[in-house]
């Protein structure tokens, strides 16, 4: 007969330190609570600001012991390094599906599609309020910083896609700079986070009304 070992842990108590078997913690479970404490944390942000808000109101917003949030995160800068990842991801996913479509949409109707589904991701879990201060943060944290550059970029290469299938489809100038235009319509998506979290929600076809006669328009300089 075989003997199965079960792994145990070594708790003490004020008399002894005795065997006790240690819970099996699913990916499902690990996964559920690392969003709560997100999420816990976005609330607190949204309140109080980043920088005024303590891991203890994180853990009170939780309702999680000690030992329960930091066995996800040590501090305050790895949660919002987190939210910042995650938000970025979705981000990108969100442009990934949008690209997905044989038949490219016209750019407006892309870049409706994107904030709308932004947009809606914010009033479900609020995050636009937190992303400007993420922002904030870029310029003193430099592991931040390069997961934020690193998202930035991955986000260029999926709108350089974006306007090469419009090159290819003859329906933008074969020369036109694609690195350039895809930074304009990053700071174009930017703007519309930024005036969310400063004035409040923003109504999309609104905001996108205002490109369109831009984009029909001849406003530049003649060339020389």
Same mark, same amino acid.
């Given at each position: 007969?075989?003997?199965?070992?079960?792994?145990?842990?070594?708790?003490?108590?004020?008399?002894?330190?005795?065997?006790?078997?240690?819970?099996?913690?699913?990916?499902?479970?690990?996964?559920?609570?690392?969003?709560?404490?997100?999420?816990?944390?976005?609330?607190?942000?949204?309140?109080?600001?980043?920088?005024?808000?303590?891991?203890?109101?994180?853990?009170?917003?939780?309702?999680?012991?000690?030992?329960?949030?930091?066995?996800?995160?040590?501090?305050?800068?790895?949660?919002?390094?987190?939210?910042?990842?995650?938000?970025?991801?979705?981000?990108?996913?969100?442009?990934?599906?949008?690209? /997905?479509?044989?038949?490219?949409?016209?750019?407006?109707?892309?870049?409706?599609?994107?904030?709308?589904?932004?947009?809606?991701?914010?009033?479900?879990?609020?995050?636009?309020?937190?992303?400007?201060?993420?922002?904030?943060?870029?310029?003193?944290?430099?592991?931040? /910083?390069?997961?934020?550059?690193?998202?930035?970029?991955?986000?260029?290469?999926?709108?350089?896609?974006?306007?090469?299938?419009?090159?290819?489809?003859?329906?933008?100038?074969?020369?036109?700079?694609?690195?350039?235009?895809?930074?304009?319509?990053? /700071?174009?998506?930017?703007?519309?986070?930024?005036?969310?979290?400063?004035?409040?929600?923003?109504?999309?076809?609104?905001?996108?009304?205002?490109?369109?006669?831009?984009?029909?328009?001849?406003?530049?300089?003649?060339?020389?």
């Amino acid at each position: 007969m075989s003997i199965v070992m079960r792994p145990t842990s070594i708790v003490k108590n004020e008399r002894s330190f005795y065997n006790v078997d240690m819970p099996k913690v699913s990916s499902e479970h690990r996964a559920a609570q690392r969003q709560r404490i997100l999420d816990a944390a976005r609330r607190c942000f949204m309140r109080e600001g980043f920088h005024a808000t303590s891991m203890q109101d994180i853990l009170t917003e939780a309702q999680l012991s000690a030992g329960g949030l930091y066995l996800y995160f040590k501090s305050k800068e790895e949660i919002i390094e987190a939210i910042a990842v995650d938000t970025l991801a979705f981000f990108s996913a969100t442009l990934e599906e949008l690209l /997905a479509s044989d038949d490219l949409p016209p750019l407006d109707v892309v870049l409706s599609n994107a904030l709308r589904i932004l947009r809606d991701r914010d009033r479900e879990q609020p995050t636009f309020r937190v992303v400007v201060q993420v922002w904030g943060e870029v310029g003193r944290a430099r592991r931040l /910083a390069v997961q934020v550059a690193e998202a930035q970029m991955r986000t260029r290469e999926l709108l350089g896609r974006l306007i090469e299938g419009y090159q290819a489809r003859g329906d933008l100038d074969p020369d036109a700079p694609v690195e350039r235009i895809a930074q304009m319509l990053i /700071a174009i998506m930017m703007g519309y986070v930024a005036q969310c979290a400063l004035l409040g929600d923003t109504d999309v076809d609104a905001f996108v009304a205002g490109l369109r006669p831009l984009l029909d328009a001849r406003l530049r300089a003649p060339s020389e």
